[in-house]
Every structure is written in structure tokens, then in C-alpha cells.
């Protein structure tokens, strides 16, 4: 696979050794993933995506110079469609809370394995929000909202969303589901617009506060 097929990946740490690893880890023929460019400043990140263009932005929680949710919300202010993947040592419900608030399209811990991280880049690029094993527990016990009347959605619909809060893609879900990808899509259109949303970030936000998705 040449560089050019690969998916392309910012990756922004103040970790020299974490970006080290990271760029060895994905440096080799064999991976879909290439760490094209690495830094701790989100205004060099800026600069170079505005010249050369990436996939999909890996973002550490705990920056020296721009926490790391406001460098979230700089980047989806200036590239609205571009994924970010954020990345955190130590995490907390708040915290992961105001990542989805502020549009990340997924949230792993530094102690994810390959597997996972390639999963959350590849779910990023698809347009489907993926949270680690170590996260997932932490969305679960987020306290659900009791202000609002959920929809009501068949139970097929709850399986799909329940999926795709788990950061499965269309395919993944139509293999587990045992129906084809053109019927998951279906059945996702139809659930945006009984709730009145547009995106797969509305869609989590959904299942976080009506309990919808299963650890």
C-alpha cells in the first residue's frame, strides 16, 4: 500500500516518546494508516492543514499551550468536516461529555491497542464515532437526562443506534445484524428524521441520554 492510498493522520501531543511510538507503530507498507505530521501546537496544525489537507486529526486532552477541548473546538470551527479522534492518559465523564459536546468524532485512551486505534480512524473517516473499551464504561455511567421524552424508536432502530454508538461501521453492523448495508442505511435515515437530527454526532448524543447504548 503507497502513501498515497493511506489515510492521512495529524497527530497532535506534547509526548515526544507517545509520538515516536505512534509514527513507527503505523511507518511500515503494510498499514492503512500514515502519521503524515506530528506536533503540539494547534496553530502549526492549522498552518499545515490549510496547505496539505488530512484524514483525520489524533488529539491529545492535556496540551502546554491549548488545552486539549479547546483545540477541538478551534478545529471544528475552522474545518467542520474534518475528524478528530481525541486521545487522553486519564479521562472523566465531564470530560468525554464536553468532547462530544464540542463535536469529536471519537475518544480512546493512550493505552488503546493497535487494533483499536486503527478502528477509531478508520470509524472517523466513515463518518461513525468510535470510543475505546477504556471509555466505553465511562459513557454508560454518564447520568441520562430525564427532561426530555425519548422518541420512540422500533427495536431494530435501538440495535442500530446502540451499534453505531459503539462505533461499528454500516458494514460491521449489517454482518452482526445479519441484514445487508443498504438496510442499515435505510434504517439510519429513518432514525435521523424521527429525531429530528442531521449527523452521527446528534445521533451519540441521543443514545448517551436515553441510555440507549449497552457496555
Known amino acids: 500500500m503507497n502513501n498515497t492510498?493511506?489515510?492521512?493522520?495529524?497527530?497532535?501531543?506534547?509526548?515526544?516518546?507517545?509520538?515516536?511510538?505512534?509514527k513507527a507503530l503505523f511507518d511500515n507498507t503494510e498499514s492503512e494508516i500514515t502519521i503524515c505530521f506530528h506536533t503540539d501546537d494547534i496553530d502549526e496544525?492549522?498552518?499545515?492543514?490549510?496547505?496539505?489537507?488530512?484524514?483525520?486529526?489524533?488529539?491529545d486532552i492535556i496540551m502546554p499551550k491549548t488545552p486539549g477541548l479547546d483545540a477541538l473546538r478551534i478545529i471544528k470551527r475552522r474545518h467542520p468536516n474534518l475528524?478528530?479522534?481525541?486521545?487522553?492518559?486519564?479521562?472523566?465523564?465531564?470530560?468525554?461529555?464536553e468532547a462530544i459536546q464540542y463535536d469529536a468524532d471519537g475518544?480512546?485512551?493512550?493505552?488503546?491497542?493497535?487494533?483499536?486505534?486503527?478502528a477509531a480512524v478508520i470509524s472517523a473517516t466513515e463518518g461513525v464515532h468510535y470510543y475505546g473499551k477504556d471509555i466505553a464504561h465511562l459513557i454508560y455511567d454518564i447520568k441520562v437526562s430525564k427532561a426530555d421524552v425519548p422518541v420512540q424508536l422500533s427495536k431494530r432502530e435501538q440495535e442500530v443506534v446502540e451499534l453505531c454508538s459503539q462505533g461499528l461501521t454500516c458494514h460491521e453492523i449489517a454482518e452482526r445484524l445479519f441484514i445487508s448495508p443498504r438496510t442499515i442505511e435505510t434504517h439510519k435515515n429513518a432514525i435521523f428524521r424521527k429525531l429530528g437530527i442531521h449527523n452521527s454526532v446528534e445521533l451519540v448524543r441521543y443514545a448517551i441520554n436515553h441510555g440507549i447504548i449497552i457496555i
Open 5 to 22: 492510498s493511506k489515510i492521512k493522520v495529524a497527530l497532535v501531543d506534547d509526548h515526544t516518546l507517545f509520538c515516536r511510538a505512534m
Open 45 to 59: 496544525l492549522l498552518q499545515h492543514i490549510s496547505q496539505e489537507p488530512v484524514d483525520v486529526v489524533l488529539l
Open 83 to 97: 475528524p478528530v479522534v481525541m486521545l487522553s492518559s486519564s479521562s472523566s465523564q465531564e470530560i468525554i461529555q
Open 107 to 118: 475518544f480512546l485512551s493512550k493505552q488503546a491497542d493497535v487494533d483499536e486505534i486503527v
